[in-house]
């Protein structure tokens, strides 16, 4: 079982910053990957950035936030970091930790671990 609990998340003005954070307890697997989702209203969730935990930690993004977004981990506080910047209105949206056994998959029923969101609000 893997328990995630993200934090972070906050009102910030168009332009600014802020810095997620996914803690995971329980056990990550070799092959484990880690991600990031969002969900804005009346949306689906959609994925927006992830890590392959120990398979050389081979990074992913949506193209939507490609160049702002930069996903991280630190693999002995059993953390993944999501540093977002220049965000811009249309980021606004529930972030949603999530983790697989296996690679990196775009797809969220591919997850079977979830956290319960924190929520990123993005003013024009």
């Known amino acids: 079982q893997v328990q995630l609990v993200e934090s972070g998340g906050g009102l910030v003005q168009a332009g600014g910053s802020l810095r997620l954070s996914c803690a995971a307890s329980?056990?990550?697997?070799?092959?484990?990957?880690l991600a990031w989702f969002r969900q804005a209203p009346g949306k689906e969730r959609e994925f927006v950035s992830g890590i392959n935990w120990w398979l050389g930690g081979t990074v992913y993004y949506s193209d939507s936030v490609k160049g702002r977004f930069t996903v991280s981990r630190d693999n002995a506080k059993n953390t993944m970091y999501l540093e977002m910047n220049s965000l811009k209105p249309e980021d606004t949206a529930v972030y949603y930790c999530?983790?697989?056994?296996?690679?990196?998959?775009?797809?969220?029923?591919?997850?079977?671990?979830w956290g319960q969101g924190t929520q990123v609000t993005v003013s024009s």
């Open positions: 999530a983790a697989r056994v296996g690679g990196i998959s775009y797809t969220q029923a591919e997850y079977n671990y």
């Open positions: 329980g056990r990550i697997f070799w092959n484990s990957a």
